[in-house]
């Protein structure tokens, strides 16, 4: 099992930035991808960004292409995504998840809400 847990979610001004940090525990393998997904009301579960546990090769929704970094530091067990030039848009509750696929993952954390004002 592995267990995730995020934090840093909060509320921010359009144009501001927020660091989202996902703490993981458990039985994980090198081989893992670790993810971000975002899902906003009514709208369907989007894939935010990814990056494999060993290696750190990433991945990224066209959507938030050069505004999000997905990085992670394999000594805390801990990844993050630090997200700029936010827009209202990007409001949604932000889950962390892992697995063999950056875009299928297994494991699934609570989520944390975002939400950006205009």
């Known amino acids: 099992q592995v267990q995730l847990v995020e934090s840093g979610g909060g509320l921010v001004q359009a144009g501001g930035s927020l660091r989202l940090s996902c703490a993981v525990s458990?039985?994980?393998?090198?081989?893992?991808?670790m993810s971000w997904f975002r899902q906003a009301p009514e709208r369907e579960r989007e894939f935010v960004a990814a990056i494999r546990w060993t290696g750190g090769s990433t991945y990224y929704g066209d959507s938030v292409k050069g505004r999000f970094t997905i990085s992670r530091d394999n000594a805390k067990n801990t990844v993050y995504l630090q997200m700029n030039s936010l827009k209202p848009d990007d409001t949604a509750v932000y889950y962390c998840a892992a697995g063999s696929s950056p875009r299928l993952p297994a494991y699934w954390g609570q989520g944390t809400q975002v939400t950006v004002s205009s």
């Open positions: 458990g039985r994980t393998f090198s081989s893992y991808y």
